[in-house]
């Protein structure tokens, strides 16, 4: 058994908990029901407009569990590169963590500061991963949302949308349901923003036979300024910290 290689596991196990945390928070948050979609007639156009009602904004203690996940995933990593300074039969100090940087240029020399001690095979190992900007960017993800949540709360909010289902009834035949993923998804989510159009032509053809209804749900999103802008919280951050984890196993070989 690898107790350092468990010790790791156990750090990316303790980041997934918030995560469960979290998702347990956003269903509840969403078991109140917070957008409600109000159609009416665009008279300028004939068109059949929804707006939405923002009822209560994505409360500001989401970004407690948020954080601590990403943290917890990205300690996880430093604790990695502690372990394997000290394998290397190194001495980890203050400049011992692991290396994710903005350009590959400094991402090679941070690499070599780092992991100073580490064996050569393990630092060789490390930039097989390319874990900067450019390179392997769910790496760069992570460590950018580590630091952005250590300045400012990484306050979620509400995206139009997640899905709209659309229902086609015909006469004497069953209803057709089609989903769909709008590419212009709206983040912040606006009160009282338009975020679905039906066309003149299609309410006429609704009047001639076929009928046409719409149902819609809404993701809870990162807020703006961040690197995942817009992004859906989940299952965003849950695949990122599982890719992240599972590109690193391949480093537990040179752990003792």
Same mark, same amino acid.
């Given at each position: 058994?690898?107790q350092?290689?468990?010790?790791?596991?156990?750090?990316?196990?303790?980041s997934?908990?918030?995560?469960?945390?979290?998702e347990s928070?956003i269903?509840s948050?969403?078991?109140?029901?917070?957008?409600?979609?109000h159609?009416?007639?665009?008279? #300028?156009t004939?068109? &059949?407009?929804?707006? @939405?009602?923002?009822?209560?904004?994505?409360?500001? $203690?989401?970004? %407690?569990?948020?954080g601590?996940?990403?943290?917890?995933?990205?300690s996880?990593?430093d604790y990695l590169a502690?372990?394997?300074?000290?394998?290397?039969?190194?001495?980890?100090d203050?400049?011992?963590?692991?290396p994710?940087?903005?350009?590959?240029?400094?991402?090679?020399?941070?690499?070599?500061r780092?992991?100073r001690?580490?064996?050569?095979?393990?630092?060789?190992?490390?930039?097989?991963?390319?874990?900067?900007?450019?390179?392997?960017?769910r790496?760069w993800?992570?460590?950018?949302?580590?630091?952005?949540?250590?300045?400012?709360?990484?306050i979620?909010?509400?995206?139009a949308?997640?899905?709209?289902?659309?229902?086609? #009834?015909f006469?004497? &035949?069953?209803?057709? @349901?089609?989903?769909?993923?709008?590419a212009?998804? $709206?983040?912040? %989510?606006?009160?009282?923003a338009?975020?679905y159009?039906?066309?003149?032509?299609?309410?006429?053809s609704?009047?001639?036979?076929?009928?046409?209804?719409?149902s819609?749900?809404?993701?809870?999103?990162?807020?703006?300024?961040?690197?995942v802008?817009?992004?859906?919280?989940?299952?965003t951050?849950?695949?990122?910290i599982?890719d992240?984890?599972s590109?690193?196993?391949?480093?537990?070989?040179?752990?003792?």
């Open positions: 058994m690898n350092a290689a468990d010790e790791v596991r156990l750090k990316f196990e303790r997934r908990r918030h995560l469960t945390e979290l928070e269903k948050y969403r078991d109140r029901e917070p957008f409600r979609m159609p009416e007639e665009d008279e #300028a004939g068109d &059949l407009v929804y707006r @939405v009602e923002v009822k209560e904004s994505p409360p500001v $203690e989401l970004g %407690l569990p948020l601590d996940a990403i943290h917890s995933a990205r996880a990593l502690w372990q394997l300074v000290i394998a290397g039969g190194g001495a980890p203050f400049n011992t963590m692991f994710i940087s903005e350009t590959e240029a400094k991402f090679n020399g941070d690499c070599q780092r992991l001690g580490a064996s050569g095979s393990a630092v060789s190992a490390v930039q097989a991963l390319r874990p900067f900007q450019g390179g392997d960017d790496f993800r992570l460590h950018k949302l580590d630091i952005e949540d250590k300045h400012r709360l990484l979620p909010v509400g995206a949308y997640r899905s709209v289902n659309v229902s086609f #009834a006469a004497g &035949l069953n209803p057709i @349901v089609l989903g769909l993923n709008p212009d998804r $709206e983040y912040p %989510l606006k009160n009282g338009i975020v159009r039906v066309m003149k032509a299609a309410r006429e609704a009047n001639q036979g076929m009928g046409e209804t719409h819609f749900s809404f993701d809870i999103a990162f807020g703006e300024g961040v690197i802008s817009g992004e859906p919280i989940m299952p951050l849950a695949d990122l599982r992240v984890e590109a690193v196993v391949p480093l537990f070989q040179f752990l003792n």
